[in-house]
Every structure is written in structure tokens, then in C-alpha cells.
């Protein structure tokens, strides 16, 4: 019987256990989106996950919706990276790249000048987002792209995806859950083209599918995973018929023979969505949201998840694999630190120490 504990091979990624690091945007990247020494020494803590996935990190100007997050566009970004994932591999961990394009879910005083805010569709995003000062904006309304624009769109990741490798960092994740980019083309409600990328499900699916098959062909599909939460309602999301959707999609992926499938598992989705992964998904399966040590160690017991995510309890337990295993309480993180907009910020970042 597996265990948390267990080895897994994800794609051509091994981990040493199953216990992943989920994808945590804290905001504290420098002036020029670029990982800081503070953020060499956070993942750096946090090697002793089966995988670290990274925060959210833009494939492109464009792509930044939110203050202090990092990129991996420039030649700066790529060097701050490639300490990342030395420091962790130094530690003897393994890090994956989430590739974050928030599309319309952004804030025009969070990114350059110049960059645009771009959607399937010109419907705005009704939830605001903190500006650099932290006090929450209306979303910018967003340009609908043009059919000739979404290839090129579709190239930034893929470059986005080698340059993350150049950087030594082990896989990408795409992003596609929590109404961002790629969630946008998903939805019914926010993709509203008649071409071929909207209208019908395949239409819709069609972003997300040409995205990960050219990423994997940038890279290996073997290092590109994805990230999906069926049914979820942030940032404005509000599909006719998420089951529809997403049983499509995964279908799609299926034959692309992908590294894993990452779920944010919601309750509230009006069906079981691992159940609809395991259904139309025949690769790994990383299980995510509200689990505690022990329903992690069921489902990995039982054979429905290959690996599981946690997030809030890796912000204040740098050792939580170890804490888990000799069964230490865990420290509760504060949620005044969990974004705090500057770089040089440790309060509630790399000033959580572990269990004596
Ligand atoms: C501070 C914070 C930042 C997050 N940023 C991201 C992100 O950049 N990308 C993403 O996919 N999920 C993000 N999430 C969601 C987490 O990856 C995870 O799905 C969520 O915390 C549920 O897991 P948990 O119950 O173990 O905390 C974030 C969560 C937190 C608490």
C-alpha cells in the first residue's frame, strides 16, 4: 500500500514523496518581476516537498495582473529562477513552474504601461483586485483578442515553458483554474466568441488544448503538467455545464500523455470532480484543497490520488513532510502576511522556523 511517503514518478519528474507544495502567489518579487534572494531562501525551506509548484508566474508583460509577481520573460527573471531551483535542488528537492496568465483578472496600476488586458471576450471581471497599495480596484475591461493574436499568445508560453528549463526548473503547470486566462476560454459565461475558439465545448476547451500541446512540445510532455478547479465561481466564473466542460477537456488532454493533472477539488461543484478526473483522465493525479494529513494518506492509500497539495500548511511549516511524519502540531500561518507587496518583506514568509 502506497503512503505519503512514498516515492512517485510524475511524468519524468521523480518525487521522493507525495506530499506537493501547491502554488502560493505572495507577492514579494523585486521591481522587475524577478525572484529575490528572500524568495531563494522561501523555496529553498520548503525543498523537503515531494515538489514544490511555484506561485503564479506570467509568461509575459500582458500576462501580470497582480503586484510584486514574479515573471519569466526576461533575461533577469530567468537568473533569479535559476537560483530558485538550485537552491531547492541543492536542499534535494523538485521544483515545478506555475505559468500564470491572468488575462482580464488584472489591475492596470500592477503592470507595465504598455501591456495590455486581454480576454476571449470584452466582458470585465466583477471581483476587484488589490492595487500596489493593497486596497482592492475594479478589474481594467478587457480587449477582446483577435483570432490572429491567441497563436502568438499560445508562443509566449511555450517560450515562457524553455525558459523556465533553462532556468533548471524541473516542469510547468499550466494554470488554468481560479478565472484566469486560460479559465476564461473554459467558461461560458466569460468566452463568448463565435470563431473557433469559443461557442461550442470543443471551441472553448480549444486555448487550453493548443496551449499544453505546444508547451509539451517545447519542453516534453512528460514535463507539463496542468491545473484545473471545475465548478469554481472566483473571479466571476460561471459555466453552463462545468461536467460538460472539463469531461471534454480532460478527454482532449488524455492521449497528450501530460506529466499530471492538478486538482482544486471544490465541494460546492454540484458533482464529485475527481471522480469526473478519474472518469476522462488516465494519467497522475495531484489532489488538492482543505486536506488534513490523514485524508491525504487515505486517498493516497486508496488509490485515488498519485500525490496531494497543500497550501496554507506549507506557509507556516517549512518542515511539514517531517512534522507530518512524526505526527508535530502544526503552526497556523497569519493571513495579515500572506501578501505583503514588497520584496524585502520576511515577516511571515522565510521567518517561520522549523518545529524545534
Ligand atoms: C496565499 C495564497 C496564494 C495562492 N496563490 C495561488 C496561485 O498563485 N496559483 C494557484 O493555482 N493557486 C493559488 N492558491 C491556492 C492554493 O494553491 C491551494 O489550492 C489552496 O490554498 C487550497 O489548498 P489548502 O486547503 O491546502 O490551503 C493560493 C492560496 C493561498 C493561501
Same mark, same amino acid.
Given at each position: ?10 511524468? $519524468?519528474? $521523480? ?17 522587475? $518581476? ?127 515553458? +524553455? ?29 463568448? +466568441? ?163
Amino acid at each position: 500500500m502506497s503512503d505519503l511517503y512514498s516515492p512517485v514518478r510524475l511524468g $519524468d519528474v $521523480d518525487l521522493a514523496n507525495r506530499i506537493v507544495m501547491a502554488p502560493m502567489t505572495r507577492d514579494r518579487a523585486g521591481p522587475d $518581476d524577478e525572484p529575490t534572494d528572500l524568495m531563494v531562501e522561501y523555496y529553498r525551506q520548503r525543498a523537503g516537498a515531494g515538489l514544490i509548484v511555484t506561485e503564479g508566474t506570467q509568461p509575459s508583460p500582458a500576462g501580470k495582473g497582480y503586484w510584486r509577481t514574479p515573471g519569466i520573460h526576461s533575461p533577469v527573471q530567468i537568473a533569479g529562477w535559476a537560483r530558485v531551483a538550485e537552491a531547492v535542488h541543492g536542499a534535494g528537492g523538485r521544483i515545478a513552474m506555475q505559468l500564470m496568465h491572468v488575462g482580464r483578472a488584472s489591475v492596470r496600476a500592477n503592470k507595465a504601461a504598455d501591456a495590455p488586458t486581454v480576454a476571449p471576450s470584452a466582458i470585465p471581471s466583477p471581483d476587484p483586485i488589490p492595487g500596489p497599495d493593497g486596497v482592492p480596484v475594479p478589474t481594467e475591461m478587457p480587449r477582446a483578442l483577435l483570432a490572429e493574436e491567441i497563436p502568438l499568445v499560445i508562443d509566449e508560453y511555450a517560450t515562457a515553458a +524553455r525558459n523556465a528549463r533553462a532556468a533548471g526548473i524541473d516542469a510547468v503547470e499550466l494554470h488554468c483554474a481560479s478565472g484566469y486566462l486560460p479559465m476564461q476560454f473554459l467558461s461560458s459565461n466569460s468566452n463568448q +466568441r463565435s470563431d473557433g475558439w469559443g461557442g461550442s465545448v470543443a471551441g472553448r476547451i480549444r486555448f487550453v488544448v493548443e496551449t499544453l500541446t505546444a508547451i509539451a512540445g517545447a519542453i516534453g510532455p512528460g514535463r507539463t503538467g496542468f491545473r484545473i478547479c471545475p465548478g469554481v465561481t472566483f473571479n466571476g466564473m460561471a459555466d453552463a455545464d462545468p461536467a460538460e466542460t472539463y469531461s471534454a477537456l480532460l478527454r482532449a488532454l488524455d492521449p497528450l500523455g501530460l506529466a499530471w493533472c492538478h486538482l482544486i477539488h471544490v465541494p460546492n461543484a454540484g458533482f464529485d470532480s475527481l471522480e469526473l478526473v478519474r472518469a476522462n483522465w488516465s494519467g497522475p493525479v495531484i489532489e488538492n484543497c482543505g486536506l488534513t494529513r490523514d485524508t491525504a494518506q487515505d486517498l493516497i492509500a486508496a488509490g485515488k490520488a498519485d500525490a496531494v497539495s497543500f497550501g496554507y500548511a506549507w506557509i507556516a511549516n517549512p518542515d511539514l513532510v517531517e512534522r507530518f511524519r512524526k505526527g508535530l502540531a502544526l503552526t497556523k500561518a497569519d493571513r495579515t502576511t500572506f501578501y505583503t507587496g514588497h520584496g524585502d518583506d520576511a515577516r511571515g514568509y522565510t521567518d517561520y522556523k522549523e518545529h524545534p
